[in-house]
């Protein structure tokens, strides 16, 4: 089935029309209303007006997406006054298994007519349509933290920026065999594209890139302002593997000695990789300062230079958030570290989630079933999207009163020793 044509929320229709206001499906073979559709996204996000050429790549790029929009007919303006879209993303949960997850975007609502229900009917839409297409998460990264709680997600996993003065650092990582070369992005967007996925595949909480997310991370995308300004560095292995790349931009400054390197997007699928990248960075020339964000809560960039401070988190904030749609299907696509059973009490206002479930691990792989015995824990589906990649949060979440019962036992079954992260944006 294809997913960016199957028929729009009965609900969510019938609530715009409501209020006068008219839901559809954007054909991404009408590039005028396309156009139009990435025009009030970019204006959402405080964007600039697209260009001509920026728009000719942003249709390329979202037409493998289902673009939703909201349309107030009885006004001047034919453009969108609420935009959505969404595809399958590949998810990486515990223990390696990829889980297509509804992957929401866009999600913006002209200031003219914010604050009247529009994003409540447009993500009620995408989790409807969601849960009818039997995906059992959705899945987004946020401009603001406090938005989407009450639509069922959870904050899953968080993400670190850091900056480091590499002239106070020294590095004490260990050797870094290898080769670095500078690359052309499009020459290596094939291999950097397959590098991504590796690293993609390899860390809960990550997920599959759609072309047009690893282009963005390799090389500036078309008409990108800073275009001409990145450089682009691959890592390949002593027996000729690409393992990993670093994209960045150089900042000048007063002093010609203390630039500053802000890192786009470094991907490692291998350690190797990853210390030899951080040396290159640290090590480079005629720089003082290399910033570095979307980072995970472990970047190992403390343990690689000889004076810790020298290395500072400038942020530390919520990434991925997480809602679960299908409790089974979700509980038992991931594995779990420790064997254990609890009974789950979910509660969950939209309805997708709710019940009691007893949830039971062997040997690491768990078996769900629906029950009547008496909850060991009870908490919100919220709660259960923020523990469900394995982050370091249950515990904190029943001090704040968000998870009652025996909470140490939820803990034990879902936190993963190395925690989850995402390492860029949706
Ligand atoms: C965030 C945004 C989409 C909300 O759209 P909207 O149509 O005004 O939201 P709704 O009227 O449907 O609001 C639904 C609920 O969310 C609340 N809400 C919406 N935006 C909120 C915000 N930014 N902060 C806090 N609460 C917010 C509303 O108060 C309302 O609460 P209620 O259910 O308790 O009444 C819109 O403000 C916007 O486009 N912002 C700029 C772009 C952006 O940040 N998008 C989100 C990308 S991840």
């Known amino acids: 089935m294809d997913y960016r044509t199957i028929s729009l929320d009965e609900t969510s229709a019938r609530d715009l029309s409501e209020a006068g206001l008219r839901y559809a499906l954007v054909d991404a073979a009408d590039a005028d209303a396309l156009d139009g559709w990435i025009r009030a996204d970019f204006r959402g996000f405080h964007d600039r007006q697209p260009s001509a050429e920026v728009l000719e790549g942003a249709r390329e790029n979202f037409a493998a997406r289902r673009n939703t929009a909201v349309y107030d007919d009885a006004g001047p303006s034919r453009e969108p006054v609420g935009t959505v879209n969404a595809w399958p993303a590949p998810l990486t949960v515990p223990g390696g298994a990829r889980v297509d997850a509804w992957a929401i975007s866009s999600v913006t609502v002209a200031p003219t007519h914010r604050r009247r229900g529009v994003a409540r009917a447009l993500l009620g839409g995408e989790l409807r349509t969601a849960h009818a297409l039997g995906l059992p998460l959705a899945i987004l990264t946020v401009s603001e933290s406090v938005i989407y709680g009450r639509w069922g997600f959870g904050p899953a996993t968080w993400s670190t920026a850091w900056s480091v003065d590499t002239k106070r650092v020294r590095w004490i990582g260990g050797e870094t065999p290898g080769r670095l070369s500078f690359a052309e992005a499009d020459e290596y967007g094939e291999i950097g594209a397959k590098v991504l996925d590796r690293v993609m595949a390899g860390r809960h909480g990550e997920i599959g890139l759609e072309p047009y997310l690893a282009k963005r991370l390799i090389g500036p995308l078309k008409a990108d302002p800073e275009a001409d300004k990145v450089r682009l560095v691959r890592y390949d292995s002593d027996s000729g593997d690409p393992e990993g790349f670093v994209s960045y931009v150089l900042k000048g400054d007063d002093d010609f000695t203390r630039h500053t390197v802000e890192v786009r997007h470094l991907a490692a699928a291998t350690p190797a990789a990853h210390r030899a990248l951080w040396r290159f960075l640290l090590e480079l020339d005629l720089v003082a300062t290399v910033k570095i964000w979307t980072r995970g809560i472990d970047e190992p960039v403390q343990a690689l230079v000889n004076d810790i401070r020298g290395a500072r988190v400038t942020d530390l904030e919520d ?69 469900y990649l394995g982050h370091d949060i249950a515990r904190n979440l029943a001090l704040a009163g968000r998870i009652q019962g025996d909470v140490d036992a939820l803990d034990r079954l879902f936190r993963t020793a190395v925690p989850p992260r995402l390492s860029t944006w949706f």
């Open 319 to 387: 990434h991925l958030w997480v809602r679960v749609l299908d409790v089974p299907a979700a509980v038992q696509a991931r594995t779990y570290e420790r064997d254990g059973s609890v009974v789950l009490d979910v509660a969950d206002d939209l309805g997708f989630a709710s019940g009691r479930f007893r949830l039971t691990v062997r040997g690491g792989q768990a078996e769900v079933a629906p029950t009547d015995d008496a909850p060991d824990v009870t908490l919100p589906v919220n709660a259960l999207g923020s523990v």
